[in-house]
């Protein structure tokens, strides 16, 4: 028997998560003006001395900028790191229009978002589908960022966390126990509104996730497991977020698109000390 119970857990086993601010393009940015902004976004972070081994950047350009981008990547051999905006749930065939987790990874693309809230209500994409995008991309050997979040109507009918933990269950329990994702957590009220959750309100909800996950995954999985919160992250309040224990990072759209603004954001270590 089981005499463990939820109130007399062990504290989580404390692991090294490397901090992870991505930028989500959406639909803006043609292949060279993608170009230009990962040159100047490179050379932003050149100048600060960014170490990527201590925060992780990736960005996610539109499909058309995937291979430019990759491009660039390869040829100034610059830590960047890639993703994609969605994914197809299947591997190959007559599905006119998607993309495959197979040409991705051909792409050297690391992660996918699956999930994202425009997705799920601009595309009517139901948790299932959620869930199979996200194993097609595991199956590539891809990173699938799992975004979950509820909009302002759920959480005055059910509180903030019930919605985001319900997708989440549904998602990762479709991934083989050992797969690797990241969770963005991201209130459909704070994307493109400007007003984003406070530091707290998106702790509650991290820490909700996590404890989930313990379940859903085991302790070990649990603990390193990236958590990033989104909506409306900008350089003034990022470093609030990511100073929250359960907070690992940032899914950022619109200031993703101003190079000086993302770098700043990716230099939240910076703002936090104060230096
Ligand atoms: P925002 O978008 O930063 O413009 O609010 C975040 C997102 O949709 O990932």
Request: proline share 4%; net charge negative; with cysteine.
């Amino acid at each position: 028997m089981n005499e463990q119970i939820p109130e007399l857990r062990e504290p989580l086993l404390q692991t090294d998560r490397v901090p992870l601010i991505a930028g989500n393009w959406k639909m803006n940015l043609d292949h060279l003006q993608a170009i230009a902004l990962v040159q100047k976004l490179s050379w932003a972070l050149k100048d600060a001395r960014h170490d990527y081994g201590e925060t992780e950047v990736a960005v996610f350009p539109p499909f058309t900028d995937l291979r430019s981008v990759q491009t660039l990547l390869a040829a100034d051999k610059l830590s960047l790191v890639l993703g994609a905006q969605d994914v197809s749930p299947h591997e190959s065939g007559a599905y006119t229009g998607d993309i495959s987790a197979a040409m991705l990874a051909k792409l050297e693309a690391r992660y996918v978002l699956v999930g994202h809230s425009e997705r799920r209500h601009g595309h009517g994409e139901s948790d299932e589908l959620v869930g199979q995008k996200a194993l097609a991309a595991h199956r590539a050997g891809l990173v699938p960022m799992i975004c979950v979040g509820e909009t302002a109507e759920d959480l005055e009918e059910h509180g903030a966390a019930a919605i985001p933990l319900a997708q989440l269950a549904a998602a990762v329990s479709s991934l083989p126990k050992d797969a690797e994702f990241v969770i963005a957590y991201e209130p459909v009220w704070a994307i493109g509104s400007g007003q984003a959750a406070t530091p707290e309100q998106a702790e509650e909800v991290a820490k909700a996730i996590r404890e989930s996950l313990r379940d859903l995954c085991g302790d070990e999985r649990a603990a390193a497991t990236r958590i990033l919160y989104g909506g409306s992250v900008a350089s003034q309040n990022v470093a609030g977020f990511l100073r929250q224990p359960n907070v690992d990072g940032a899914l950022v759209g619109g200031a993703s698109l101003k190079s000086d603004e993302f770098a700043k954001i990716v230099q939240f270590k910076k703002h936090v000390t104060g230096a």
